[in-house]
């Protein structure tokens, strides 16, 4: 299994949006609605904010926002904030109880 | 909500073993799927494997096949990774997660991680 595609980095301006793709196959993103992603501030543990493809966990801004078309999964930040600078992840189930994690993105605010 | 506790740093030589621990705050542990993570210096994200805490059935990684074992004690509410003949690409910091919300294996409450180094 390889690693899901995901850009190396994305940025923006403060209250800017900004969309993080994360590309996997058909054996993973492209069967099954279950595409997590991750924020990740280096030195801590990362902090789920999206989980079946497009719900928040309780206490993650609607800021966040993600959805699924194809192979594809897409993560979108409103209002861009400074603390919304952090590596993101992408992950999908890949069946049998198996999870595959992307590259990771590591998204600046300018 | 429970909370995960895991063990200290740990610096191991080529070829030896390491056990890390990961205790959860209180039984509700036993109703979820824990999972272990891992991401070496400068790296991303790396999916080790999980484990049912309430059955102990595992899955790892085809990649750490023969020198992973997953295991949870109930009784103490702690899961442990045991990896062997550890080499240096090895060197990395270690997460559980439980998962406690939702379908397919979101991780929704993290460890604080456990740094391991292997150097000679």
């Known amino acids: 299994q390889s690693a899901l595609t995901q850009p190396p980095s994305a940025s923006g301006s403060p209250g800017q949006s900004v969309t993080i793709s994360c590309t996997g196959t058909?054996?993973?993103?492209?069967?099954?609605?279950?595409v997590s992603w991750y924020q990740h501030h280096p030195g801590k543990a990362p902090n789920l904010v999206i989980f079946?493809?497009?719900k928040r966990p309780s206490g993650v801004p609607d800021r966040f926002s993600a959805f699924k078309s194809g192979n594809t999964a897409s993560l979108t930040v409103s209002g861009l904030q400074a603390e919304d600078e952090a590596d993101y992840y992408c992950?999908?189930?890949?069946?049998?109880?198996?999870?595959?994690f992307g590259g990771g993105t590591k998204l600046t605010v300018l | 909500q429970v909370r995960l506790v895991q063990s200290g740093a740990e610096v191991k030589k080529p070829g030896a073993s390491v056990k890390v621990s990961c205790k959860a705050s209180?039984?509700?542990?036993?109703?979820?799927?824990l999972t272990w993570v891992r991401q070496a210096p400068g790296q991303g994200l790396d999916w080790m494997g999980c484990?049912?805490?309430?059955?102990?059935?595992?899955t790892y990684a085809q990649t750490l096949q023969g020198r992973v074992t997953m295991t949870t004690d109930t009784a103490t509410t702690t899961a442990y990774m045991e990896l062997r003949n550890l080499r240096s690409d090895d060197t990395a910091t270690y997460y559980c997660?439980?998962?406690?919300?939702?379908?397919?294996?979101?991780?929704?409450?993290w460890g604080q991680g456990t740094m391991v180094t292997v150097s000679p």
């Open positions: 997660a439980l998962t406690t919300v939702g379908t397919g294996w979101p991780l929704d409450i």
């Open positions: 209180d039984h509700t542990f036993t109703n979820y799927g």
């Open positions: 484990i049912s805490a309430h059955n102990e059935v595992t």
């Open positions: 058909s054996s993973d993103v492209g069967t099954y609605n279950f």
């Open positions: 079946e493809v497009s």
């Open positions: 992950s999908s189930y890949a069946g049998r109880n198996t999870v595959i």
